[in-house]
């Protein structure tokens, strides 16, 4: 057997990189250690950013981070030497030269437990590893020998899978109302009996308890807007009146958030309404979008065959994940995010269902299935954590099967509106239409996969039904008017094939012909234009694309026809199962035909007149220069108008609430942006400040001598701001190409004073991942761009500064130029609607600051041009200065000191483990 401590090891850092060989570690160059790892198998921790640091992306090892993959499948594991090492319970290293010397004893440890009778995730690790030392995984010949033979022979993970029950459908809740002193008793049994009262989460509590009362007006749900400020504690100021009304009444309420932090920390409190994990999994269920879970068909057909190389290795390790994971979910669930982004995301998402094509029960996994699972489970819970899209649409399609959601709370409430905006949107580009053709015709040409197409999934239809039969056919005929493989390569060389590419040429024409690129920090990236002059290319294009569709659409509305009649006539070969997958067939081909009527919609105005309701404008989706869609898109103006219509009006009761729902604004922001104005009786409101000292622990500092556009001057901002603050910072930018500019010209300094930095666009890893390890370690920052604005929780010493490029202007797309215009002729004044957006901004990333009442720390914003008019963004009494970056950087220095000695007081009491690291090197 191989010696895990014969094999080299690999350390690549901004700092430097290290080799250590024998007993001996040195430092070492770039072109020695890409030679070195290419001559022999070495160890390391994570590949892809190994190789970056090196400028090398093709580098192969010994990765310790797919070795933990295998043995210890959904298992938690912060993917750094720190984390690592806090695992498996060996010293951490006190410096970066010590790494390589942590990643030998890390592998002794690992592959040690392959023999030991401690190892609970044995079962089917022998089988695993035989497969993977035929597709030739590098660590298989150190694995494989190590692992005992079973006596018997080890069930196929398909076959020990537990099935889901089928249970009658629940019956409609009873009619209650809750009755005030028991909310507060059990808010009392969530908080734990020795918590001190908190009157703003009692009096939260209460507010929410009326949008459990019964219903007293037709299209008029209980409707609340609740702004908490941080620290209330609004989640269990919610779950007691919700987990309260959903046990006595017997029904569901629907949790929904915005962010995947929250659903995790949602999913988390589950077990104070159940201490006994194993009813807390039946009674509260997460639910998301199918496109998050493994698809066990998909598995199997990569298993056998159908992923090579690379990807084939993947499946393996996903194989193994699959048997231990508590639900299935590949996305924020229990499958490292760092695992997929190893294998340079080969073959991940071909695992999932992302195409719909789902063949319900005709999948011989359909009983194990963990997406069906998921949403029979959720039928019968008390509480389902959701996210907003999927709540709008479990909303829009459950009507028919009275599976909409009655009782929700938004939280994150203050993204309503543009969950809303996209989630009712319509585009017609190159991709979504390809998607649609490959739906309906299944794998052409030299595909690959197990994807099927109509005509195979409804074979026994056809053959059952002549009419039903001969509607497929068309269809599939129809659909070769869709863009098919190489489109955007035949697109963009002139060349397009069949109208619906002839249409994208045009609109990419048009786009090239009249947009402007978006100046020097957007030049590469999207490119649009409004839809409104079309020229008589376009004109003709939309015509017979329109005309292509119409062909399509006839078919799959016949076909929806027939699968009904045949449902209706229930023929001898419709069991249960067949019934089944003809009722899934029958809502996913109703989905596609109300995509291709909105498509058509879409093509009508082309040249003809513009609906005041829609904004529509043309695009040409860009990623550093290089295209990768073209599309129609289509945006409601106002899309609270359907959120209305679709969510809010049939609910009984709906609570809105954040931290931020006025987004630093006024009441009037929150009705306009939560659909509350469309209801006849609109919302009830409600407030509760923070109860945190933002004046005495946090402070603003508006840096005014940083030229804008310097990006030198930017940069050396950015990094003496770190160092003063000595790491724990988030730096958020408006641009990804100053994100990079700045991240490429400090890293290396900021490496070398022990500062470790991270950025999103940069490495190679999940943005949960980004998080999860600046969570874990106080001296690291991270730098990235919206989605790090209000997707960061780290309360505690990891976080405590703030650093924004410039004020959050927003971007001048077309759907912003038409909201803006329409808010002035509502006599709300554009730059007030401009001003709105901004504050909202701006009061989020400030509350990434302090999550808990010892916190503390600076928000910087390095723009001297910040409007004073949005200062009321902040929390009223935050001391707000402008100064120079000298100044600010005292001031940082201070603050941060200040944060070291209370939290250095306060002890350990309070804080996270994995964030109570205060030592300093
Ligand atoms: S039922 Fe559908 S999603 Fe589930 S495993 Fe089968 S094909 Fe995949």
Request: with cysteine; charged share 25%; aromatic share 6%.
């Given at each position: 057997?191989?010696?895990p401590a014969a094999?080299?090891a690999?350390?690549?850092?901004?700092g430097?990189?290290?080799?250590?060989?024998?007993?001996?570690?040195?430092?070492?160059?770039?072109?020695?250690?890409?030679?070195?790892?290419?001559?022999t198998?070495?160890?390391?921790?994570n590949?892809?950013?190994?190789?970056?640091?090196?400028g090398?992306?093709?580098?192969?090892?010994?990765?310790?981070?797919?070795?933990?993959?295998?043995?210890?499948?959904?298992r938690f594991?912060?993917?750094?030497?720190?984390?690592?090492?806090?695992?498996?319970?060996?010293p951490?290293p006190?410096?970066?030269?010590?790494?390589p010397?942590?990643l030998?004893a890390a592998?002794?440890?690992l592959l040690?437990?392959?023999e030991?009778?401690?190892?609970?995730?044995?079962?089917?690790?022998w089988?695993?590893?035989?497969?993977?030392?035929?597709?030739?995984?590098?660590?298989?010949?150190?694995?494989?020998?190590?692992?005992?033979?079973p006596?018997?022979?080890?069930?196929?993970?398909?076959?020990?899978?537990?099935?889901w029950e089928?249970?009658?459908?629940?019956p409609?809740?009873?009619?209650?109302?809750?009755?005030?002193?028991?909310?507060?008793?059990?808010?009392?049994?969530?908080?734990g009996?020795?918590?001190?009262?908190?009157?703003?989460?009692?009096?939260?509590?209460?507010?929410?308890?009326e949008?459990?009362?019964p219903?007293?007006?037709?299209?008029?749900?209980?409707?609340?807007l609740a702004?908490a400020?941080?620290?209330?504690?609004?989640?269990?100021?919610?779950?007691?009146?919700?987990?309260?009304?959903?046990?006595?009444?017997?029904?569901?309420?629907?949790?929904s958030?915005?962010?995947?932090?929250?659903?995790r920390?949602l999913d988390?409190?589950?077990?104070?309404?159940?201490?006994?994990?194993?009813v807390?999994?039946?009674?509260?269920?997460?639910?998301k979008?199918?496109?998050?879970?493994l698809?066990l068909?998909?598995?199997?057909?990569?298993?056998?065959?159908?992923?090579?190389?690379?990807?084939?290795?993947?499946?393996?390790?996903?194989?193994?994940?699959?048997?231990?994971?508590?639900?299935?979910?590949m996305?924020?669930?229990d499958?490292?995010g760092w695992?997929?982004?190893?294998?340079?995301?080969?073959g991940s998402t071909?695992?999932?269902?992302?195409?719909?094509?789902?063949?319900?029960?005709?999948?011989?996994?359909?009983?194990k299935?963990?997406?069906?699972?998921?949403?029979r489970?959720?039928?019968?819970?008390?509480?389902?954590?959701?996210?907003?899209?999927?709540v709008m649409?479990?909303?829009?399609?459950?009507?028919?099967t009275?599976?909409?959601?009655?009782r929700?709370?938004?939280?994150?409430g203050?993204?309503?509106?543009?969950?809303?905006d996209?989630?009712?949107?319509?585009a017609?580009?190159?991709?979504?239409?390809?998607e649609?053709?490959?739906?309906?015709?299944?794998?052409?040409?030299?595909?690959?996969?197990?994807?099927?197409?109509?005509?195979?999934r409804?074979?026994?239809?056809a053959?059952?039904?002549?009419?039903?039969?001969?509607?497929?056919?068309?269809?599939?005929?129809?659909?070769?008017a869709?863009?098919?493989?190489?489109?955007?390569?035949?697109?963009v060389?002139g060349?397009?094939?069949?109208?619906?590419?002839?249409?994208?040429?045009?609109?990419r024409?048009?786009?090239?012909?009249r947009?402007?690129d978006?100046?020097?920090?957007?030049?590469?990236?999207?490119?649009?234009t409004?839809?409104?002059?079309?020229d008589?290319?376009?004109?003709?294009?939309?015509?017979?694309?329109?005309?292509?569709?119409?062909s399509?659409?006839?078919p799959?509305?016949?076909?929806?026809?027939?699968m009904?009649?045949?449902?209706?006539?229930?023929?001898?070969?419709?069991?249960g199962?067949?019934?089944?997958?003809?009722?899934?067939?029958?809502a996913?081909?109703?989905?596609?035909?109300?995509?291709?009527?909105?498509?058509?919609?879409?093509?009508?105005?082309?040249?003809?007149?513009?609906?005041?309701?829609?904004?529509?404008?043309?695009?040409?989706?860009r990623i550093?220069?290089?295209?990768?869609?073209?599309g129609?898109?289509?945006?409601?103006?106002?899309?609270?108008?359907?959120?209305?219509?679709?969510?809010?009006?049939p609910?009984?009761?709906?609570?809105?609430?954040?931290?931020?729902?006025?987004?630093?604004?006024?009441?009037?922001?929150?009705?306009?942006?939560?659909?509350?104005?469309?209801?006849?009786?609109?919302?009830?409101r409600?407030?509760?400040n923070?109860?945190?000292?933002?004046?005495?622990?946090?402070?603003?500092?508006?840096?005014?001598?940083?030229?804008?556009?310097?990006i030198?001057?930017?940069s050396?901002?950015?990094?003496?701001l770190?160092?003063?603050?000595g790491g724990g910072?988030?730096?958020?930018?408006?641009?990804?190409?100053?994100?990079?500019?700045?991240?490429?010209?400090?890293?290396?300094?900021?490496?070398?004073?022990?500062?470790?930095?991270?950025?999103?666009?940069?490495?190679?890893?999940?943005?949960?991942t980004?998080?999860?390890?600046?969570?874990?370690?106080?001296?690291?920052?991270?730098?990235?761009?919206d989605a790090?604005?209000?997707?960061?929780?780290?309360?505690g010493?990891?976080l405590?500064?703030?650093?924004m490029?410039?004020?959050p202007?927003s971007?001048?797309?077309?759907l912003?130029?038409?909201?803006?215009?329409?808010?002035?002729?509502?006599?709300?004044?554009?730059?007030?609607?401009?001003?709105?957006?901004?504050?909202?901004?701006m009061?989020?990333?400030?509350?990434?600051?302090?999550r808990?009442?010892?916190?503390?720390?600076?928000?910087v914003?390095?723009?001297?041009?910040?409007?004073?008019?949005?200062?009321?963004?902040?929390?009223?009494?935050t001391?707000?200065?402008?100064?120079?970056?000298d100044?600010?950087?005292?001031?940082?220095?201070g603050?941060?000191?200040?944060?070291?000695?209370?939290?250095?007081?306060?002890?350990?009491?309070?804080?996270d483990?994995?964030?109570?690291?205060?030592?300093?090197?």
């Amino acid at each position: 057997m191989i010696d895990p401590a014969a094999l080299p090891a690999l350390h690549a850092s901004h700092g430097g990189i290290w080799i250590r060989e024998g007993d001996r570690t040195a430092a070492v160059p770039k072109g020695t250690a890409i030679a070195r790892t290419a001559e022999t198998p070495t160890l390391l921790l994570n590949a892809p950013l190994t190789g970056q640091r090196l400028g090398y992306p093709d580098l192969n090892g010994l990765d310790l981070l797919e070795l933990w993959a295998f043995i210890h499948p959904a298992r938690f594991l912060v993917p750094t030497p720190k984390g690592l090492a806090e695992a498996l319970n060996l010293p951490r290293p006190a410096s970066e030269s010590d790494i390589p010397a942590l990643l030998q004893a890390a592998t002794g440890a690992l592959l040690a437990m392959l023999e030991s009778p401690a190892w609970i995730e044995r079962e089917g690790g022998w089988t695993a590893a035989q497969s993977l030392h035929r597709l030739r995984w590098p660590w298989a010949p150190l694995v494989a020998p190590r692992i005992a033979r079973p006596k018997e022979a080890e069930r196929w993970l398909f076959s020990k899978l537990p099935e889901w029950e089928e249970s009658p459908p629940r019956p409609a809740p009873r009619t209650i109302s809750l009755q005030s002193d028991a909310v507060v008793a059990r808010l009392q049994q969530l908080t734990g009996t020795g918590a001190e009262a908190r009157p703003g989460q009692q009096a939260y509590a209460a507010a929410a308890a009326e949008v459990f009362h019964p219903r007293a007006h037709r299209d008029q749900p209980n409707m609340l807007l609740a702004e908490a400020g941080t620290g209330i504690g609004k989640t269990l100021g919610y779950l007691a009146p919700a987990s309260l009304w959903a046990g006595e009444a017997q029904g569901t309420v629907w949790i929904s958030t915005y962010t995947k932090a929250l659903q995790r920390q949602l999913d988390r409190e589950s077990l104070r309404l159940f201490p006994d994990p194993a009813v807390a999994a039946k009674r509260v269920v997460v639910r998301k979008g199918r496109e998050n879970y493994l698809c066990l068909l998909n598995l199997e057909d990569a298993l056998q065959g159908g992923f090579a190389g690379r990807a084939a290795i993947l499946a393996h390790l996903v194989a193994r994940w699959a048997a231990f994971t508590k639900d299935g979910d590949m996305i924020g669930g229990d499958l490292p995010g760092w695992l997929p982004t190893l294998f340079r995301r080969n073959g991940s998402t071909a695992l999932t269902d992302r195409r719909g094509e789902c063949i319900y029960a005709g999948c011989p996994h359909y009983r194990k299935c963990f997406i069906e699972r998921s949403a029979r489970a959720s039928a019968d819970a008390d509480i389902v954590i959701a996210n907003h899209a999927l709540v709008m649409i479990n909303a829009a399609r459950g009507r028919e099967t009275g599976q909409a959601p009655q009782r929700i709370v938004f939280d994150e409430g203050h993204h309503l509106f543009d969950a809303a905006d996209s989630t009712f949107s319509v585009a017609l580009s190159g991709q979504e239409a390809i998607e649609l053709r490959r739906w309906v015709m299944g794998p052409e040409g030299n595909s690959r996969g197990r994807r099927r197409g109509l005509a195979a999934r409804l074979s026994d239809l056809a053959s059952y039904d002549e009419q039903g039969g001969e509607a497929i056919r068309a269809a599939a005929d129809a659909a070769r008017a869709l863009p098919a493989d190489e489109w955007l390569k035949r697109v963009v060389a002139g060349e397009p094939f069949g109208p619906v590419e002839a249409l994208l040429a045009a609109v990419r024409g048009t786009v090239y012909a009249r947009a402007a690129d978006g100046g020097e920090a957007d030049a590469g990236y999207g490119l649009e234009t409004e839809l409104a002059e079309p020229d008589g290319t376009l004109v003709e294009g939309a015509q017979e694309a329109a005309r292509a569709l119409d062909s399509l659409l006839r078919p799959l509305t016949h076909l929806g026809k027939r699968m009904e009649a045949v449902i209706e006539e229930a023929p001898d070969w419709l069991d249960g199962a067949a019934r089944a997958r003809v009722e899934g067939a029958i809502a996913s081909l109703g989905w596609r035909r109300d995509l291709v009527t909105a498509w058509l919609a879409l093509l009508a105005r082309i040249g003809g007149p513009a609906d005041a309701d829609y904004v529509d404008w043309l695009a040409v989706e860009r990623i550093e220069g290089r295209e990768y869609d073209i599309g129609i898109h289509r945006h409601w103006l106002d899309p609270t108008r359907p959120l209305a219509q679709t969510v809010l009006k049939p609910a009984q009761g709906v609570l809105i609430t954040s931290a931020t729902l006025k987004g630093g604004g006024d009441w009037d922001n929150a009705m306009s942006r939560s659909g509350a104005n469309h209801l006849p009786r609109g919302a009830g409101r409600f407030e509760a400040n923070s109860p945190f000292d933002y004046p005495g622990r946090s402070e603003v500092l508006i840096v005014t001598d940083i030229k804008r556009g310097d990006i030198a001057a930017l940069s050396g901002a950015y990094a003496r701001l770190i160092e003063a603050a000595g790491g724990g910072t988030l730096g958020l930018f408006t641009a990804i190409r100053r994100l990079r500019a700045v991240h490429a010209r400090i890293a290396d300094r900021l490496a070398r004073a022990g500062l470790p930095l991270y950025a999103q666009h940069v490495d190679p890893m999940d943005t949960g991942t980004l998080i999860d390890i600046f969570r874990d370690d106080p001296r690291a920052s991270l730098l990235g761009t919206d989605a790090l604005r209000d997707g960061v929780d780290v309360p505690g010493h990891s976080l405590r500064l703030v650093v924004m490029e410039g004020v959050p202007w927003s971007k001048p797309t077309v759907l912003h130029a038409a909201r803006k215009l329409a808010a002035g002729n509502q006599g709300g004044g554009g730059s007030a609607y401009d001003d709105r957006l901004i504050r909202a901004r701006m009061a989020q990333a400030f509350g990434r600051l302090i999550r808990r009442a010892e916190d503390r720390g600076s928000f910087v914003i390095l723009s001297a041009a910040m409007p004073s008019r949005l200062l009321s963004a902040f929390p009223p009494g935050t001391p707000i200065r402008r100064l120079t970056l000298d100044e600010a950087i005292i001031s940082v220095s201070g603050q941060s000191r200040a944060g070291l000695d209370g939290n250095a007081t306060l002890g350990l009491q309070g804080l996270d483990a994995g964030t109570h690291d205060l030592e300093q090197k």
